[in-house]
T-cell receptor, first 115, second 116 residues
Framework: EPEVTQTPSHQVTQMGQEVILRCVPISNHLYFYWYRQILGQKVEFLVSFYNNEISEKSEIFDDQFSVERPDGSNFTLKIRSTKLEDSAMYFC?????????????FGPGTRLTVT | AQSVTQLGSHVSVSEGALVLLRCNYSSSVPPYLFWYVQYPNQGLQLLLKYTTGATLVKGINGFEAEFKKSETSFHLTKPSAHMSDAAEYFCAVSPNYGGSQGNLIFGKGTKLSVKP
């Protein structure tokens, strides 16, 4: 069964450093998402991406965040200068929009720890 | 703005007992509704969804949920809990209007424990 994959599973970085979280969505999916889950809190939407551009973003997704689909298979989330409060589990999801039945497939997540 | 409330951050049941996890949403228009399950160190797996049609929806692993518009609820149930059901369960909604691309709004989650 096709699945969304994410690398790395755990990333530790120092405050102020840049990180890139990588995702490989399901190959025929058209919509891509990043969500994050701070420990003990709910999953929050960050950004959605379609047709090589951002289609929607939340207020969390400020100028230090960016997304890219560099080669038609990978979907990356870059955090330019990490802060302590960026420590969270980051989930990638992809969607094959079939009629009105939205079904997002989630990856296993990348746990980002900022020290 | 839409929001999701899950009552009870932690629910504990005995094996074989009924599982009831509560979810209420606030929205001016009935949204699409979802339940996801997260096992330790894994991603989110879709259990079931309601988009249109029959308000009682069946999902994987014997779970089902009923959409009640009058109560703005979408509670998740399973008649008989199994040890393997121990996980965290998230209720989520997605806006129901033209142009939506499925951004999910999640509740805080309910951790289900199953006692032998």
């Amino acid at each position: 069964e096709p699945e969304v994959t994410q690398t790395p599973s755990h990333q530790v970085t120092q405050m102020g450093q840049e990180v890139i979280l990588r995702c490989v969505p399901i190959s025929n999916h058209l919509y891509f998402y990043w969500y994050r889950q701070i420990l003990g809190q709910k999953v929050e939407f960050l950004v959605s991406f379609y047709n090589n551009e951002i289609s929607e973003k939340s207020e969390i997704f400020d100028d230090q965040f960016s997304v890219e689909r560099p080669d038609g298979s990978n979907f990356t989330l870059k955090i330019r200068s990490t802060k302590l409060e960026d420590s969270a589990m980051y989930f990638c999801a992809s969607l094959l929009r079939s009629g009105r039945a939205y079904e997002q497939y989630f990856g296993p997540g990348t746990r980002l720890t900022v020290t | 703005a839409q929001s999701v409330t899950q009552l009870g951050s932690h629910v504990s049941v005995s094996e074989g007992a009924l599982v009831l996890l509560r979810c209420n949403y606030s929205s001016s228009v009935p949204p699409y509704l979802f339940w996801y399950v997260q096992y330790p160190n894994q991603g989110l797996q879709l259990l079931l969804k309601y988009t249109t049609g029959a308000t009682l929806v069946k999902g994987i692993n014997g779970f089902e949920a009923e959409f009640k518009k009058s109560e703005t609820s979408f509670h998740l149930t399973k008649p008989s809990a199994h040890m393997s059901d121990a996980a965290e369960y998230f209720c989520a909604v997605s806006p129901n209007y033209g142009g939506s691309q499925g951004n999910l709004i999640f509740g805080k989650g309910t951790k289900l424990s199953v006692k032998p």
